[in-house]
């Protein structure tokens, strides 16, 4: 070994960066996780869903809600925000459309007829990173609250699945979050809330520095674990720029062991897949869904 250099035994590991998004992936289905963040080009995803517009939609209304002045910040302003961001992408014709347009309108701005609007979040689509020795995290929060001396996390929820304490109480992004709310504003930050439009439910967590150190080891875990698989990636598919096949209509061809070592898991989830059309795995288990099949009409 050259004098010069210094030997690689003992140096720290490069730390994994990701969001929580990133590593409920790799938890969901590997082969997905492969095709989103590890595959260039990317395959070509299939169609927008109809549900996702629904959601973003109104996010993006109740975070431009908060951004009007004091005295805007009314229920028919709310209305107003739905229209004028409204994503009109996978419903099955304009008819479709409109309906559910009344629909968003009407769920946001029933739910802002219940806040206060002189109650200015800490945040509203705020992004907040922590960082261990193992992994870099960040995510951007839906809406940070402060409730008396502390911070709540807040989320909001749009599909038709009603929730229960165990989806806040489990959810990996919600403790993240928490824990990095509490790092940047040195406020303590405990409390998520999942806010449920349809129904009008909140559904609080409370954790203890207990609960979030384990949701912190298990990103801890998830990471190395995607993080080594990460590197066999790069180790095996890596290619000078310009000799890698692969369009955005299809995966680059890889070595049999990548797709062992990103194997899909498959169920009733792969119906719903962005990357279906190039998993035969993922479109045996299941039937192919309409962009507007996750609506509950």
Not at 106 to 118: C, E
Request: proline share 7%; with cysteine; hydrophobic share 35%.
């Amino acid at each position: 070994m050259n004098a010069d250099q210094l030997p690689l035994e003992g140096m720290p590991r490069r730390l994994y960066s990701c969001t929580p998004s990133r590593l409920n992936a790799w938890l969901d289905c590997r082969r997905r996780y492969r095709f989103s963040y590890l595959d260039r080009p990317q395959p070509a995803k299939g169609p927008a869903w109809a549900h996702n517009s629904v959601g973003a939609s109104v996010h993006n209304a109740l975070a431009g809600w908060w951004r009007e002045p004091y005295e805007r910040r009314t229920p028919l302003t709310a209305s107003i925000l739905v229209t004028n961001g409204w994503i009109t992408e996978g419903f099955k014709d304009a008819e479709q459309s409109t309906r559910w347009l009344g629909r968003a309108r009407d769920l946001v701005s029933g739910y802002v007829a219940t806040l206060d609007p002189s109650d200015d979040p800490v945040g509203v689509e705020r992004t907040v990173a922590t960082r261990t020795k193992v992994v870099a995290l960040s995510g951007r929060i839906d809406r940070l609250d402060r409730r008396g001396d502390e911070l709540v996390v807040v989320d909001y929820k749009t599909g038709r699945r009603p929730l229960t304490q165990d989806d806040a109480r489990s959810s990996l992004a919600l403790a993240v979050y928490a824990i990095a709310a509490s790092t940047m504003m040195r406020t303590p930050c405990r409390t998520v809330e999942l806010h449920h439009l349809p129904t009008g439910e909140i559904v609080e967590w409370r954790h203890t520095d207990e609960s979030l150190a384990r949701h912190l080891r298990r990103a801890e875990e998830v990471a190395t674990e995607a993080g080594e698989a990460d590197e066999r990636y790069k180790e095996l598919v890596a290619a000078p720029r310009g000799t890698r096949r692969g369009t955005g209509d299809r995966p680059a061809d890889v070595p049999a062991e990548i797709d062992e070592l990103f194997a899909p898991t498959v169920g009733p989830i792969c119906s719903w897949c962005d990357f279906r059309r190039h998993c035969p795995q993922g479109q045996a288990a299941g039937p192919e869904r309409q962009p507007w099949d996750g609506l509950a009409e």
